[in-house]
């Protein structure tokens, strides 16, 4: 089966980190986000992986020649953002048959077996993986009837349009078929394609239980992190704890805590405090800084005293010592 995942945007709400290395190739423990995304199909169901993206597509391409993964990778590029059907749309001619469709920023428990024996089972065009929301307002929401099939369909509804506290998941399964619903150009899933589909009693649901995160911010990245932590998503390297170390090249001074956190290959810290933080290779954090919620970049250096909070800190960069940091982006635009 193959399998597309959306990937078109350009990773702002992760910059600097997006800057230097695109999304779906960001390392996660140790693996790419993408292979993260990918994880809730069965690996035995999965022979290609097409990249539906505009943005720095040739690091993409790149990286999955180098490194081995267990399906093959094939890059459908956007020269304008076409939007998540559009994005779609682009792949007709690279797709056959039935087919999974993914976002590509989600972390979830989600296992796909379960839309693919549905789909079998009721037939029709699509199966949607659901989650459930307390305000789904925010969210594409969904009808279903006692035979899992998708009755509504209506993307972020106003508080008074609210029907139901099941939302659209960003994991689909499609026929070839939804391409015929799908015009040229730029285009929205979620606005365009699924209402006229669920009219047509051609859609499908389920929910799942367990985690959906959307790791596309600092703090929803640190989630992700956690989940991946605490359900062993890892190829290599250990768990301590509450945190994930790559190997015995990671240092940590005696007097430090530190939790919830990645800490990434020759990553050293002396006499410190952080919480649900993510350290890339070769980070150093000097003695009394205080971290929480904060993404360091390769070969960092992070001084004595700061007190960094849900910052992203580039790659190769020098914190001084001192710094106080809250809700930014560094180096400061």
């Known amino acids: 089966m193959q399998v597309v995942v959306l990937a ?3 990773g702002t709400r992760l910059r600097p980190w997006t800057y230097g290395i695109p999304k779906p190739i960001l390392p996660m423990l140790d693996k790419t986000l993408l292979e993260h995304v990918v994880e809730v199909m069965p690996s035995d169901k999965v022979d290609e992986v097409i990249v539906a993206g505009g943005y720095k597509v040739e690091m993409i391409e790149q990286y999955f020649k180098e490194n081995e993964v267990p399906f093959d990778v094939r890059i459908v590029t956007e020269s304008e953002p076409l939007g998540t059907g559009g994005a779609l749309g682009n792949c007709r001619d690279v797709i056959s048959g039935t087919f999974a469709c993914l ?3 989600i972390i979830s428990s989600l296992n796909m077996q379960s839309g693919i024996d549905l789909q079998q089972k009721n037939g029709g065009i699509g199966t949607l993986a659901l989650w459930e929301v307390e305000d789904p307002t925010r969210f594409g929401i969904v009808g279903i009837d006692d035979n899992n099939r998708i009755t509504q369909f209506k ?12 939302i659209n998941a960003g994991s689909y399964l499609f026929k070839d078929d939804i391409f015929s619903y799908i015009p040229e150009g730029k285009c929205s899933l979620e606005r365009e394609v699924f209402p006229v589909l669920a009219g047509e009693n051609e859609l499908n649901g389920y ?3 367990g985690y959906f995160i959307d790791a596309g911010t600092p703090e929803s990245w640190s989630s992700g992190v956690q989940a991946c932590i605490a ?3 890892w190829k290599s390297g250990s768990r301590k704890g509450t945190n994930w170390h790559a190997d015995s090249s990671v240092q940590i001074g005696k007097t430090c805590s530190v939790e919830h956190t990645m800490l990434a290959k020759k990553t050293q810290i002396e006499d410190s405090i952080l919480s649900r933080c993510s350290l890339l290779d070769g980070v150093q954090v000097q003695e009394k800084s205080i971290l929480n919620n904060t993404m360091v970049g390769r070969n960092s250096t992070i001084g004595k005293n700061c007190r ?4 992203v800190v580039d790659h190769d960069s020098v914190i001084p010592d001192g710094t106080v940091l809250d809700d930014v982006q560094w180096p400061l635009q």
């Open 155 to 166: 993307e972020k509804p106003k508080p008074e349009e609210v029907f139901s506290n099941l």
């Open 207 to 209: 929910a799942f239980e």
């Open 103 to 105: 976002n590509g920023d």
């Open 8 to 10: 078109g945007g350009f």
């Open 231 to 233: 359900n062993q998503r």
């Open 308 to 311: 960094l909070n849900n910052v």
